[in-house]
Protein backbone atom coordinates (compact mmCIF):
# COMPACT_ATOMS: atom_id res chain seq x y z
CA UNK A 1 0.00 0.00 0.00
CA UNK A 2 0.94 3.49 -0.68
CA UNK A 3 2.47 5.58 2.20
CA UNK A 4 0.27 8.25 3.41
CA UNK A 5 1.87 9.29 6.40
CA UNK A 6 5.40 9.12 8.04
CA UNK A 7 5.02 6.29 10.78
CA UNK A 8 7.18 5.63 13.54
CA UNK A 9 7.40 2.00 13.04
CA UNK A 10 8.57 2.21 9.86
CA UNK A 11 10.93 5.18 11.28
CA UNK A 12 12.54 2.98 13.65
CA UNK A 13 12.55 -0.01 11.94
CA UNK A 14 14.93 1.94 9.36
CA UNK A 15 16.68 3.54 12.51
CA UNK A 16 17.63 0.20 13.80
CA UNK A 17 17.19 -2.82 11.24
CA UNK A 18 14.01 -4.41 12.59
CA UNK A 19 11.06 -3.53 14.16
CA UNK A 20 11.84 -2.04 17.37
CA UNK A 21 8.76 -2.53 20.45
CA UNK A 22 7.95 -0.32 23.12
CA UNK A 23 7.84 -1.11 26.65
CA UNK A 24 5.50 1.32 29.44
CA UNK A 25 7.27 2.15 32.46
CA UNK A 26 5.48 4.47 35.31
CA UNK A 27 7.64 5.35 37.45
CA UNK A 28 5.69 6.72 40.18
CA UNK A 29 5.32 9.79 39.15
CA UNK A 30 2.84 12.66 39.82
CA UNK A 31 1.43 15.47 38.11
CA UNK A 32 1.58 19.40 39.44
CA UNK A 33 -1.72 19.80 37.69
CA UNK A 34 -2.98 16.90 40.22
CA UNK A 35 -1.12 17.45 43.42
CA UNK A 36 -2.00 20.66 44.08
CA UNK A 37 1.37 22.25 42.94
CA UNK A 38 -1.30 23.98 39.68
CA UNK A 39 -4.19 22.59 40.13
CA UNK A 40 -5.99 20.13 42.47
CA UNK A 41 -7.84 18.95 39.14
CA UNK A 42 -5.89 18.45 36.47
CA UNK A 43 -6.64 18.84 32.44
CA UNK A 44 -10.54 18.36 32.13
CA UNK A 45 -9.83 15.42 29.74
CA UNK A 46 -7.22 13.46 32.08
CA UNK A 47 -8.58 10.68 34.08
CA UNK A 48 -6.94 9.22 36.93
CA UNK A 49 -4.05 6.73 35.35
CA UNK A 50 -2.82 9.95 33.68
CA UNK A 51 -3.30 8.80 30.55
CA UNK A 52 -1.89 5.45 31.35
CA UNK A 53 -1.84 1.59 30.73
CA UNK A 54 -0.66 -0.90 33.28
CA UNK A 55 1.05 -3.58 32.32
CA UNK A 56 2.53 -4.48 35.66
CA UNK A 57 1.90 -2.87 39.53
CA UNK A 58 4.39 -0.07 40.09
CA UNK A 59 5.69 -1.31 43.18
CA UNK A 60 8.39 -3.03 40.76
CA UNK A 61 11.53 -1.18 39.89
CA UNK A 62 12.25 0.38 36.68
CA UNK A 63 14.72 -2.62 36.13
CA UNK A 64 11.94 -5.27 36.83
CA UNK A 65 9.55 -3.51 34.77
CA UNK A 66 11.46 -3.16 32.28
CA UNK A 67 12.84 -6.95 32.32
CA UNK A 68 8.94 -8.18 32.99
CA UNK A 69 8.19 -6.22 29.79
CA UNK A 70 10.64 -7.52 27.59
CA UNK A 71 10.08 -10.76 28.52
CA UNK A 72 6.26 -10.64 27.65
CA UNK A 73 6.83 -9.23 24.45
CA UNK A 74 9.56 -11.65 23.48
CA UNK A 75 7.11 -14.60 24.09
CA UNK A 76 4.41 -12.83 21.68
CA UNK A 77 6.27 -11.45 19.07
CA UNK A 78 10.07 -12.90 19.48
CA UNK A 79 11.05 -8.90 19.71
CA UNK A 80 14.82 -8.07 20.10
CA UNK A 81 14.96 -4.44 20.37
CA UNK A 82 13.13 -1.71 22.96
CA UNK A 83 12.04 1.17 23.51
CA UNK A 84 11.67 2.28 27.22
CA UNK A 85 8.81 4.51 27.28
CA UNK A 86 8.09 6.79 30.51
CA UNK A 87 4.31 6.91 30.33
CA UNK A 88 2.33 7.92 33.56
CA UNK A 89 1.48 11.32 34.35
CA UNK A 90 5.00 13.93 34.53
CA UNK A 91 8.01 11.76 34.34
CA UNK A 92 10.36 14.71 34.79
CA UNK A 93 8.92 15.95 37.84
CA UNK A 94 11.47 15.38 40.30
CA UNK A 95 14.90 16.72 41.30
CA UNK A 96 17.50 15.58 38.77
CA UNK A 97 19.17 13.58 40.71
CA UNK A 98 16.44 11.43 41.12
CA UNK A 99 15.56 11.63 37.74
CA UNK A 100 19.31 10.67 37.69
CA UNK A 101 18.53 7.26 38.84
CA UNK A 102 15.40 6.05 37.59
CA UNK A 103 16.43 6.72 33.78
CA UNK A 104 20.36 5.36 34.86
CA UNK A 105 18.27 1.77 35.19
CA UNK A 106 16.96 2.16 31.76
CA UNK A 107 20.14 1.31 29.34
CA UNK A 108 20.17 -3.09 29.68
CA UNK A 109 20.39 -5.00 26.45
CA UNK A 110 18.06 -4.60 23.57
CA UNK A 111 16.94 -1.29 24.70
CA UNK A 112 17.65 1.03 21.59
CA UNK A 113 15.96 4.40 23.19
CA UNK A 114 13.94 5.87 25.47
CA UNK A 115 11.00 8.14 25.47
CA UNK A 116 9.85 10.34 28.34
CA UNK A 117 6.51 12.16 28.38
CA UNK A 118 6.29 14.96 30.04
CA UNK A 119 4.83 18.55 30.69
CA UNK A 120 6.28 21.55 28.83
CA UNK A 121 6.48 23.10 32.71
CA UNK A 122 8.35 20.47 34.21
CA UNK A 123 11.58 20.49 32.47
CA UNK A 124 14.84 22.95 32.99
CA UNK A 125 18.05 23.11 31.52
CA UNK A 126 19.66 20.60 33.88
CA UNK A 127 16.97 18.26 33.31
CA UNK A 128 17.25 18.30 29.22
CA UNK A 129 20.90 18.42 30.13
CA UNK A 130 20.31 14.98 32.12
CA UNK A 131 18.61 13.36 29.23
CA UNK A 132 20.47 14.41 26.74
CA UNK A 133 23.24 12.73 28.06
CA UNK A 134 22.12 9.24 27.00
CA UNK A 135 21.86 10.20 23.88
CA UNK A 136 25.01 8.37 21.90
CA UNK A 137 25.85 5.21 20.67
CA UNK A 138 22.79 6.02 17.94
CA UNK A 139 19.88 5.99 20.30
CA UNK A 140 16.60 7.48 20.29
CA UNK A 141 16.37 10.01 23.05
CA UNK A 142 12.66 11.52 22.64
CA UNK A 143 10.93 13.92 24.91
CA UNK A 144 6.89 14.02 24.85
CA UNK A 145 4.77 17.46 25.08
CA UNK A 146 1.45 17.35 26.06
CA UNK A 147 0.48 20.62 24.42
CA UNK A 148 -3.21 19.59 22.51
CA UNK A 149 -3.84 22.88 21.05
CA UNK A 150 -1.26 26.10 20.54
CA UNK A 151 -4.37 28.68 21.34
CA UNK A 152 -3.86 29.66 24.84
CA UNK A 153 -7.54 30.26 24.96
CA UNK A 154 -8.26 26.39 24.48
CA UNK A 155 -5.35 25.82 27.17
CA UNK A 156 -6.80 27.64 29.65
CA UNK A 157 -10.46 26.27 29.24
CA UNK A 158 -8.57 22.58 29.41
CA UNK A 159 -7.17 23.57 32.58
CA UNK A 160 -3.63 22.82 31.37
CA UNK A 161 -1.53 25.07 33.96
CA UNK A 162 0.56 26.59 31.14
CA UNK A 163 0.61 28.44 27.89
CA UNK A 164 1.60 28.15 24.33
CA UNK A 165 4.73 30.41 25.30
CA UNK A 166 6.19 27.76 27.74
CA UNK A 167 6.32 24.83 25.11
CA UNK A 168 7.99 26.62 22.53
CA UNK A 169 10.58 27.50 25.16
CA UNK A 170 10.82 23.76 26.32
CA UNK A 171 11.01 22.62 22.26
CA UNK A 172 14.13 25.13 21.68
CA UNK A 173 15.67 23.96 24.84
CA UNK A 174 14.89 20.06 24.02
CA UNK A 175 16.32 20.89 20.64
CA UNK A 176 19.20 23.04 21.23
CA UNK A 177 20.22 19.60 22.77
CA UNK A 178 19.65 17.01 20.16
CA UNK A 179 16.59 15.57 22.05
CA UNK A 180 14.27 14.10 19.30
CA UNK A 181 10.70 15.99 20.26
CA UNK A 182 7.07 14.93 20.02
CA UNK A 183 4.07 17.02 20.42
CA UNK A 184 0.92 15.42 21.77
CA UNK A 185 -2.11 17.03 20.12
CA UNK A 186 -5.99 16.39 21.10
CA UNK A 187 -8.70 16.83 18.25
CA UNK A 188 -12.23 18.01 18.86
CA UNK A 189 -11.53 20.10 22.38
CA UNK A 190 -14.13 22.41 23.12
CA UNK A 191 -14.61 25.81 21.86
CA UNK A 192 -12.13 24.98 19.04
CA UNK A 193 -13.03 25.38 15.20
CA UNK A 194 -11.87 23.79 12.28
CA UNK A 195 -10.28 26.50 11.65
CA UNK A 196 -8.19 26.88 15.52
CA UNK A 197 -7.21 22.87 14.94
CA UNK A 198 -5.59 23.79 11.69
CA UNK A 199 -3.85 26.79 13.03
CA UNK A 200 -2.27 24.11 15.75
CA UNK A 201 -1.05 21.97 12.68
CA UNK A 202 0.48 25.17 11.20
CA UNK A 203 1.93 26.65 13.92
CA UNK A 204 3.98 23.08 15.02
CA UNK A 205 4.63 22.59 11.30
CA UNK A 206 7.03 25.25 11.74
CA UNK A 207 8.46 24.33 15.18
CA UNK A 208 11.19 21.97 13.90
CA UNK A 209 9.50 19.14 16.28
CA UNK A 210 10.27 15.72 14.64
CA UNK A 211 7.09 14.02 15.79
CA UNK A 212 3.58 14.54 16.66
CA UNK A 213 1.00 12.08 18.12
CA UNK A 214 -2.58 12.90 17.65
CA UNK A 215 -5.78 11.88 19.67
CA UNK A 216 -9.66 12.25 19.47
CA UNK A 217 -11.33 13.71 22.30
CA UNK A 218 -12.46 11.12 24.45
CA UNK A 219 -14.73 11.17 27.31
CA UNK A 220 -13.68 9.56 30.33
CA UNK A 221 -14.99 8.11 33.33
CA UNK A 222 -15.21 10.38 36.40
CA UNK A 223 -13.35 13.62 34.22
CA UNK A 224 -14.91 16.70 34.02
CA UNK A 225 -15.13 16.63 30.69
CA UNK A 226 -17.40 13.49 31.81
CA UNK A 227 -19.17 15.69 33.65
CA UNK A 228 -19.30 18.35 30.99
CA UNK A 229 -21.04 15.57 28.59
CA UNK A 230 -23.60 14.99 30.97
CA UNK A 231 -24.61 18.39 30.69
CA UNK A 232 -25.32 18.52 27.21
CA UNK A 233 -22.04 20.82 26.55
CA UNK A 234 -19.29 18.74 25.06
CA UNK A 235 -19.67 18.16 21.01
CA UNK A 236 -18.11 14.71 19.71
CA UNK A 237 -17.36 14.76 16.36
CA UNK A 238 -18.19 11.48 14.30
CA UNK A 239 -16.02 8.79 12.98
CA UNK A 240 -15.96 10.22 9.26
CA UNK A 241 -15.47 14.29 11.06
CA UNK A 242 -12.49 12.63 12.42
CA UNK A 243 -11.15 10.95 9.45
CA UNK A 244 -11.70 13.85 7.50
CA UNK A 245 -10.23 16.61 10.02
CA UNK A 246 -7.07 13.75 11.01
CA UNK A 247 -6.36 14.03 7.41
CA UNK A 248 -6.95 17.88 6.93
CA UNK A 249 -4.14 17.89 9.90
CA UNK A 250 -1.60 15.80 8.74
CA UNK A 251 -1.61 17.68 4.56
CA UNK A 252 -0.21 21.01 6.61
CA UNK A 253 2.16 18.70 8.27
CA UNK A 254 5.68 18.04 6.92
CA UNK A 255 5.90 15.06 5.11
CA UNK A 256 8.73 13.99 7.42
CA UNK A 257 7.16 14.32 10.47
CA UNK A 258 6.78 11.36 12.31
CA UNK A 259 2.99 10.63 13.26
CA UNK A 260 3.33 8.06 16.56
CA UNK A 261 -0.31 8.11 16.71
CA UNK A 262 -3.44 8.44 15.10
CA UNK A 263 -5.87 7.87 17.92
CA UNK A 264 -5.00 7.61 21.41
CA UNK A 265 -8.24 5.92 23.14
CA UNK A 266 -7.54 5.53 26.76
CA UNK A 267 -8.48 2.60 28.66
CA UNK A 268 -11.49 1.08 26.66
CA UNK A 269 -13.17 0.16 30.33
CA UNK A 270 -13.56 4.16 31.41
CA UNK A 271 -14.07 5.10 28.37
CA UNK A 272 -18.02 6.71 27.91
CA UNK A 273 -17.54 8.05 24.48
CA UNK A 274 -17.30 8.13 21.36
CA UNK A 275 -18.83 4.33 20.87
CA UNK A 276 -16.48 4.19 17.65
CA UNK A 277 -12.94 4.60 19.24
CA UNK A 278 -11.91 1.27 19.73
CA UNK A 279 -9.55 -0.29 17.01
CA UNK A 280 -6.96 1.49 16.21
CA UNK A 281 -5.54 -0.33 13.08
CA UNK A 282 -9.06 -0.04 11.45
CA UNK A 283 -9.38 3.40 12.24
CA UNK A 284 -5.99 4.04 10.82
CA UNK A 285 -6.80 2.33 7.60
CA UNK A 286 -9.84 4.39 6.92
CA UNK A 287 -7.55 7.52 7.65
CA UNK A 288 -5.50 5.84 4.68
CA UNK A 289 -8.43 5.29 2.58
CA UNK A 290 -9.56 8.61 3.01
CA UNK A 291 -6.36 10.07 1.69
CA UNK A 292 -6.32 7.34 -1.06
CA UNK A 293 -9.86 8.70 -2.14
CA UNK A 294 -8.07 12.57 -1.80
CA UNK A 295 -5.29 11.77 -4.01
CA UNK A 296 -3.41 13.48 -1.17
CA UNK A 297 -0.97 12.57 2.01
CA UNK A 298 1.01 13.63 4.94
CA UNK A 299 2.61 17.18 3.68
CA UNK A 300 0.29 17.38 0.51
CA UNK A 301 -0.52 21.25 1.66
CA UNK A 302 2.56 21.82 3.86
CA UNK A 303 4.40 25.31 3.58
CA UNK A 304 7.03 26.88 5.66
CA UNK A 305 6.06 29.96 8.18
CA UNK A 306 2.36 29.58 6.20
CA UNK A 307 0.97 30.88 10.11
S1 LIG B 1 -0.53 17.13 32.58
FE1 LIG B 1 -0.93 14.99 31.93
S2 LIG B 1 -1.07 13.78 33.83
FE2 LIG B 1 -1.22 15.97 34.39
S3 LIG B 1 -3.41 16.38 34.51
FE3 LIG B 1 -2.75 16.93 32.44
S4 LIG B 1 -3.00 15.07 31.17
FE4 LIG B 1 -3.15 14.46 33.35
Redesign the pocket.
Known amino acids: MAQYFASFGDYLKNLFGEKVYKVTLDAGFS ?1 P ?2 DGLISHH ?2 I ?2 DES ?2 FSRLYPNSLSIRQQLQSGILKIKKRYHAKKFLAYFQA ?2 NTYKPVSLLKDIYNQVFIDNIVGMSIGT ?1 PDCVDEQKLDLIASYNFDNRFIQIEY ?1 IQSVHDKTLKLIN ?1 GHDFQCFEKACRLSKERGLNVCAHVILGLPGESHSDMMQTAKTLANLGINGIKIHMLAVMQGTKIHQLFNEGKIYLMSEDEYISTVCDFLELLPPDMIIQRLAGNGKREFRIQPSWLGKKLELVGKIEKEFQRRNTKQGSNFSHNSL
Open positions: CNRGCFCGSFTRGR
